[in-house]
């Protein structure tokens, strides 16, 4: 494997920030209308859940979850471009789905991109459906099966 997971701490912020604008640096080149991805990222650690894949002090990935409210919510998943087809991306998921199931809830959703139409492929494979389009907004939900382990 190569990298460990564990929850960022508000040292990560920069390191995270840092990730997250290079994860989606080919789609701002590509002229993708995306939201500021990299902000708020010590917020989002403060106050969500925060996964972190690292090799040594090196930040190759994160993801965040909102566990607020009925429904928990993939806010966003990024992985070093450098670091891509490791599984790291996969195993960032895999660790928000059990943390949103803890928390207890039986439903995650995400917002994707229509011009990301790998992003939908990949959250398809990994049981999400989508549920409805809101302009260039791609939304889809999974079931958090009670007994995953």
């Known amino acids: 494997?190569?990298?460990?997971?564990?929850?960022?701490?508000?040292?990560?912020?920069?390191?995270?920030?840092?990730?997250?604008?290079?994860?989606?640096?080919?789609?701002?080149?590509?002229?993708?209308?995306?939201?500021?991805?990299?902000?708020?990222?010590?917020?989002?650690?403060?106050?969500?859940?925060?996964?972190?894949?690292?090799?040594?002090?090196?930040?190759?990935g994160c993801a965040i979850v909102s566990v607020t409210g009925e429904v928990a919510h993939l806010m966003n998943v990024a992985v070093a471009p450098d670091q891509?087809?490791?599984?790291?991306?996969?195993?960032?998921i895999v660790a928000i789905i059990f943390s949103a199931r803890d928390a207890?809830?039986?439903?995650?959703?995400?917002?994707?991109?229509?011009?990301?139409?790998?992003?939908v492929a990949l959250y398809q494979h990994l049981g999400w459906e989508v549920t409805g389009q809101d302009g260039n907004k791609i939304l889809m939900a999974r079931q958090i099966d009670a007994t995953q382990t």
């Open 84 to 92: 891509s087809g490791r599984g790291i991306g996969k195993a960032l």
């Open 1 to 60: 494997m190569g990298y460990t997971l564990r929850r960022a701490v508000t040292a990560d912020a920069g390191a995270l920030a840092s990730c997250i604008k290079a994860a989606y640096s080919g789609y701002v080149a590509a002229g993708i209308d995306l939201p500021p991805v990299s902000e708020g990222v010590k917020d989002d650690i403060d106050n969500n859940i925060v996964w972190v894949a690292v090799d040594g002090d090196k930040v190759l």
């Open 104 to 119: 207890g809830h039986a439903i995650i959703e995400l917002t994707t991109h229509q011009d990301m139409p790998h992003n």
